[in-house]
């Protein structure tokens, strides 16, 4: 670790896959921290990700490693941020934190991409491995530092809530039309399906919005209880799961073993002026549009706001005559190349990715804990396995519940929504286990 306190901290970014890019891109506007080093199991790549970091000026003389233990004690390296896929959470973490315990390196702080674990056991071992290396932490939930929530909810609490009331209702979805990787459709890889994999986004948007500016969601709602519902529609029809089959080979049969590509839950709490409010959360994999769309409502007693992301900064038109390659150069998950396509002009910024890099390496360098930390993202883990719980077995969950060794069925394969006799929107209620 650098003990200069004028030196930027230096940022060492463990996965160099789809997400290290985003964030290396975001670096563009942040100062006082940068990437000093990378990682991945190929050298190959984490030399792509670190010459990236270098072409964007992000950092300078990046190294580049294979492994996780000699990045930690990469003596330029003072934060590591965790950006590998979910299975690996739990070990990855443990690598780090084996490191500092034992001696052989300090760290000033951690910071972990979502879902915190696949499971509310893994959530809370990576939570009690970091608590015990003596750690700062963050868990990296983008889309509560993303300008079009960050400035609304400012405007919705001070102009309105202050005057009329607390708000009542937040409705966040995301949607697009399938993961990038083949470990996220890997139900037991990741932890489930689309519900783990987005919802987590959904869920803590709602808790962000209903909850005032300077409060901790946590604090602020107490959950009462959820009801969901989670389904297969479209990766397991035949020509689409044969489609998965081809292009992501010795991924689970989704004729037969899906995991969810639809998930809603309704969240019913009490905020803390002991009013009933609502999160509804809805996301899917099944969306065919111009590429992902995050939209977001808040309603309250005098006002509401709503955001779509494919409102985009500006549309451009392609004709037909035009040869087209494929790209997400327009916004992430693309669909299209052609016609009337909205841009998003700096997706870093407009997902919260800058913001988020900004608010956690400015608190790491002054030795203070972030807002957004592991015990938020081990308290969204508790609120969606009680979703999977809900719909998995068809009932209300209320709250508190025990859901410390619960395991979805998704995540088990043993979710079979399209061979059970009603046809399955809800999952294998005899092998729910809570
Ligand atoms: N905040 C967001 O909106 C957002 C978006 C995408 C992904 N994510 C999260 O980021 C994490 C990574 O996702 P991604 O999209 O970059 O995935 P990816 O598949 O694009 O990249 C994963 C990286 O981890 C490496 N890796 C794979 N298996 C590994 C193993 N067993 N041990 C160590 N490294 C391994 C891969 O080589 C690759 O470099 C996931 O937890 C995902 O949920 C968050």
Redesign the pocket.
């Known amino acids: 670790m650098n003990t200069s306190p004028s030196a930027p901290l230096g940022i060492g970014i ?9 964030h290396v891109r975001s670096w563009q506007a942040i100062r006082g921290s940068d990437i000093v080093a990378t ?4 050298m190959e ?2 030399r792509e ?1 670190a010459s990236y970091a270098e072409e964007l000026r992000v950092g300078n003389e990046v190294t580049p490693y294979e492994d ?1 233990a000699s990045l930690v004690r990469d003596e330029r390296v003072d934060a590591v941020w ?8 739990v ?2 973490v443990r690598a780090i934190c084996e490191e500092i315990t034992a001696g052989r390196a300090t760290l000033r702080g951690i910071a972990v ?3 915190l674990g696949r499971n509310l056991a893994e959530a809370r071992q990576v939570a009690e491995l970091v608590r015990g290396a003596g750690l700062l932490h963050a868990y ?4 509560v530092y993303a300008p079009r929530l960050t400035r609304t909810r400012e405007l919705m609490w001070a102009r309105g809530a202050s005057r009329s009331g607390t708000p009542y209702l937040a409705r966040c979805t995301e949607e697009h039309s399938g ?6 459709w890997d139900g037991e890889a ?1 932890g489930g399906g689309v519900l783990n ?2 919802m ?2 959904s869920l803590e948007a709602g808790r962000f919005l209903l909850t005032p500016p300077g409060h901790d969601p946590s604090q602020w709602l107490r959950p009462v209880s959820v009801t969901a519902t989670i389904a297969s529609l479209r990766w397991g029809r035949e020509h689409y799961a044969a489609r998965l089959a081809r292009t992501h080979p010795g991924v689970q049969d989704y004729r037969t073993t899906p995991s969810e590509d639809y998930a809603n839950a309704t969240y019913t709490f009490v905020n803390g002026d002991g009013e009933p409010v609502i999160v509804e959360a809805m996301t899917s994999w099944g969306y065919v549009g111009a590429g992902m769309r995050l939209s977001f409502e808040l309603l309250g007693p005098e006002y509401s706001m709503s955001a779509n992301s494919l409102s985009g900064d500006a549309t451009v038109f392609f004709s037909r005559d035009l040869d087209q390659t494929e790209g997400e150069d327009m916004l992430e998950k693309q669909n299209a190349e052609q016609g009337l396509m909205p841009v998003i002009a700096d997706e870093p910024a407009a ?3 800058t913001a988020e890099n900004t608010h956690v390496s400015r608190m790491f360098t002054e030795g203070k804990q972030p807002d957004e930390s592991l015990d938020s993202g081990v308290a969204v883990t508790e609120l969606l396995m009680a979703a999977y719980y809900a719909a998995e077995t068809g009932t209300v969950v209320h709250f508190p519940t025990d859901l410390s060794d619960y395991v979805p069925a998704v995540a088990r394969r043993a979710w079979h929504p399209r061979t059970t006799p009603e046809g399955g929107s809800t999952g294998d209620r005899n092998e729910a286990q809570a």
């Open positions: 463990i996965g160099s896959g789809f997400i290290a890019h985003f990682q991945s199991r190929s790549r984490a990700l996780i965790v950006l590998t896929p979910n299975h690996t959470r070990d990855v991409e979502k879902p990296l939930e983008n889309q993961p990038h990787s083949a470990w996220f990741q994999d987005l987590c986004h997902y919260g990715y």
